[in-house]
């Protein structure tokens, strides 16, 4: 039992270039979540999906966009990479009832050089 | 959701319980207390959570009081591991998680 695993770890982009941040949760949680987490700065919400299927903006969406590919899997676009894209970017899945939390993956550091 | 108001750092000497304070004056009636931890940069863990009831599980106590203004996240011997920062976030179930800046708890030999 992996819960969520994000690829990958780390990641250097050119500005301007663009990439997809992966993101899988074994658990059969029906809501998954992209945060990002600026040094010294709690958690933003980017972009979640609720359910299968569906997904909305959350407090900091411009420059992403988000891909609900199955139940197990959301991915996180960068079009055109920016330096204030540097960040910790993190995936969270949660079950319905919400009884044991948000379970949350280790990371990806992404720096937009 | 209701906004949360937290220390910005507490220190603990290790081995000894550490109460982390949080208040929550605007929390509504549906309104959940939730706990998380963030050990230096990796993913925020859960830690516990509750609605009216005080709750207990192998990581912590939360103490709420009467009122749901204020809650307490109780460690009860704080190892140096304990040492990150703390978030207190109140939410409705059906809503996403707002992160504030949390309390960064250094536990001491």
């Known amino acids: 039992n992996a819960g969520v695993t994000q690829t990958p770890k780390f990641q250097v982009l050119k500005t301007g270039q663009s990439m997809t941040l992966q993101c899988a949760q074994d658990m059969n949680h029906n809501s998954m979540y992209w945060y990002r987490q600026d040094p010294g700065m709690g958690l933003r919400l980017i972009y979640y999906?609720?359910?299968?299927?569906?997904?909305d903006k959350g407090e900091v969406p411009n420059g992403y966009n988000v891909s609900r590919l199955n139940k197990r899997e959301f991915s996180l676009r960068l079009e055109s990479a920016a330096p204030s894209q540097t960040s910790v970017y993190f995936c969270?899945?949660?079950?319905?009832?919400?009884?044991?939390?948000?379970?949350f993956g280790s990371g990806t550091r992404l720096t937009v050089v | 959701d209701a906004k949360t108001t937290q220390p910005p750092s507490m220190d603990c000497a290790e081995g000894r319980a550490a109460n982390l304070p949080c208040n929550h004056s605007?929390?509504?009636?549906?309104?959940?207390v939730y706990w998380y931890r963030q050990i230096h940069s990796q993913g925020p863990q859960y830690i516990i959570h509750g609605l009216k009831n005080n709750e207990t599980n192998e990581m912590a106590s939360l103490i709420i009081t009467e009122d749901r203004k204020s809650s307490t996240l109780i460690l009860p011997h704080a190892t140096l591991r304990d040492t990150a920062v703390y978030y207190c976030i109140v939410n409705n179930a059906g809503n996403m998680l707002t992160f504030g800046g949390g309390t960064r708890l250094m536990v001491k030999p």
């Open positions: 999906s609720a359910s299968e299927g569906t997904t």
């Open positions: 605007t929390i509504s009636g549906n309104e959940y």
């Open positions: 969270a899945s949660t079950s319905l009832d919400r009884n044991y939390g948000y379970t």
